[in-house]
Every structure is written in structure tokens, then in C-alpha cells.
């Protein structure tokens, strides 16, 4: 029953002092990445340094605070990532470099089952314009308009696959380290773009031209599935599903990474930007937010206590709650 938004979407935007304090406004911001998936926190904090180990430090402590730990990278030293402009970006890869054009995409495409729920990006240093669009609107406009397009996006896999090659063994950019010693490992993820639940509602939209591997199309439908998939990276990129807007410094814009899709946001000239990134697994999301709305019904009622309220089931908790 996720209602779907378009380029008229007023972003939802809270308080990062704010929210550390208040439960309630926890709750207001985890039910916002359900519906509509994305929101703007402002005040996060300012880092130390620009170095690899401190720039997103503010980031992890906020969330640490409101949901939990960001989720750790196979081989990366921290549990966030970070991107300069200024720091040859471009020879880690397409998606660090911010002169490279990047089609609206969704993360964590090349890991099995995309693990990466929430995703948070820091504007550390600089301040910039993005924009985002909502892969339930634009499925659900599918379904509507061009139905054999849907059923083919639902049922037919497709293959995102990459060989990182971005880190070394100890953890830092592999660019960095004196020897060069790289921790290669490789990654691959095959499935609809978009996945429905078993009452045939959206559930996922994986997407990602950059990452999209040779796919084992049947050949009888080859033709038609990429006229579906055409359509698809069309309207994705469909100026009335973009909204776009201001990301300024020390906030975060936090992603629905299995709803919301992403471009590269425009740095203007001589701006120098440092931009920080890490994800939330769907389930600490979701018990942590089980655990907040067993907080608040404590609160509201004496006659509520966590000695039987944590033992219910999600479905009866969320009947009662």
C-alpha cells in the first residue's frame, strides 16, 4: 500500500540533534523509509579531518545512535566509505569518480540478496544539488500502462556482477598502500529488476547499468524483454519521477536502497567535496524499530512492560501498536 511520489516530492527533512534525543521522531523517520523511502537530516556533525579514517565518523556515530552499526564491507577497514573529488577518485572506478555520469541506480546491486537497506550518504565537506526517484512509482506505472513490461521486469533475471579491486589487504585504498597489494574479491547477484512479494506487491527494485553483467536471457523472449528493460532505463531517468534537490554540507540524505534510486549529484566548479557512505541491513532496521515502538507504548501505558511485550509476534505487536 506504499503510495508512489514523483518530481513534486517535498523531501522529508529532520533534525539529526533533534532526533538523537527524541524516540519519537526515531519512530516518524524509520516509518518514512518504508513510505516514502527517503528522507534529508540535517546537523549531523562536522569530522575532525577529511582523512579515510575520520571523514565519516560523525555519520557512524549518528547512526549508531538511532538504529545501530553500519554494516561492514568484505574487505574495507571502516564501515563507511568515503569520496573526494579531489583525490583521483576516477582510478578506483566509475562510481568514485565524479566526472563520470552515473544512470539513476540503485547500491549493493553485485551483493547477494542487495544487503544494503538503508543507505546513508554524508556530504562531509561541500555542499551540492542531487536527485532521486522513486522505483515504486515507476513500477507501478509499468503495471498500469505496459503490463507485458511488468511481467517481464518481475519474472525474467537479469546478472549484476563486479571484481572490486579497490582495497588492500589492510583494509585502505589499494592506491594508497605502498606496495599496491590488492584484496580483489568478487561479487554476483542475479534477479528480476523488479521483485514482488507473494500478494504481488513491490518488494525490491535492484538497478544498476554500470554493474549489469552478461545476462542468461532465454533467446525466444531476448528482443522483447530489452524492449521492457529499454523502457524501463527510460523512465528512471523520466524528468517527472526525478526530484531534485539540496544536499548541503554535514547532512545526510538516507535512501530506501530497495525502493529509491539515485544519480550523481552536481558539485559546482571549484568546489571541493567529500562525500561518505554505508548501509543499514534491513534487519536492524527492523528491530530496531520494533524495539522503539515497544519503548513508546511503554511509555504511553503503566500497564506495559518489556517483561511480555518483547515475547509477541511482529504480527500482533504491530496490531496492538
Not at 22 to 51: C, H, S, W, Y
Not at 74 to 101: C, L, S
Not at 311 to 321: A, E, G, S, W
Request: charged share 25%; proline share 4%.
Amino acid at each position: 500500500n506504499r503510495k508512489g511520489w514523483h518530481s513534486n516530492l517535498e523531501m522529508p527533512t529532520f533534525d539529526g540533534k533533534e532526533m538523537v534525543k527524541n524516540e519519537d521522531l526515531q519512530i516518524d523517520f524509520l516509518e518514512r523509509m518504508m513510505d516514502t523511502g527517503v528522507a534529508l537530516i540535517k546537523n549531523i556533525g562536522v569530522p575532525e579531518d577529511m582523512t579515510h579514517e575520520k571523514a565519516g565518523l560523525p555519520m557512524e556515530d549518528f547512526v549508531g545512535q538511532i538504529i545501530g552499526r553500519l554494516n561492514q564491507h568484505p574487505v574495507r577497514a571502516t564501515r563507511f566509505g568515503v569520496i573526494h573529488t579531489q583525490a583521483r577518485g576516477e582510478i578506483a572506478g566509475a562510481d568514485y569518480d565524479h566526472k563520470n555520469p552515473l544512470s539513476m541506480h540503485t547500491d549493493h546491486s553485485v551483493y547477494h540478496g542487495t544487503p544494503g537497506y538503508l543507505q546513508f550518504m554524508y556530504q562531509a565537506r561541500g555542499s551540492v544539488h542531487s536527485k532521486v526517484c522513486d522505483g515504486v512509482a515507476i513500477a507501478n506505472y509499468l503495471r498500469e500502462h505496459h503490463p507485458e513490461d511488468f511481467k517481464l521486469l518481475t519474472t525474467v533475471n537479469v546478472t549484476h556482477s563486479s571484481r572490486n579491486c579497490i582495497y588492500g589487504k589492510a583494509g585502505g585504498y589499494r592506491r594508497d598502500s605502498p606496495d599496491g597489494d590488492g584484496a580483489s574479491f568478487e561479487l554476483v547477484h542475479t534477479h528480476p529488476v523488479i521483485s514482488l512479494d507473494k500478494d504481488g506487491h513491490i518488494e525490491k527494485i535492484v538497478q544498476s547499468e554500470t554493474k549489469r553483467g552478461v545476462s542468461a536471457v532465454p533467446y525466444d523472449i531476448y528482443d522483447r524483454y530489452m524492449e521492457a528493460y529499454k523502457r524501463w532505463t527510460q523512465l528512471v531517468e523520466d524528468e517527472k519521477f526525478k526530484c531534485n534537490f539540496e544536499w548541503p554540507e554535514h547532512s545526510v540524505i538516507v535512501m530506501n536502497n530497495h525502493r529509491v534510486l539515485h544519480g550523481r549529484a552536481s558539485v559546482a566548479p571549484g568546489v571541493e567535496r567529500t562525500m561518505v557512505f554505508g548501509y543499514v541491513m534491513k534487519t536492524i532496521y527492523e528491530n530496531r524499530h520494533r524495539l522503539l515502538k515497544q519503548r513508546q507504548a511503554e511509555r504511553n501505558s503503566s500497564l506495559l512492560s518489556d517483561k511480555w511485550l518483547t515475547r509477541l509476534p511482529n504480527q500482533v505487536l504491530t496490531k496492538m501498536l
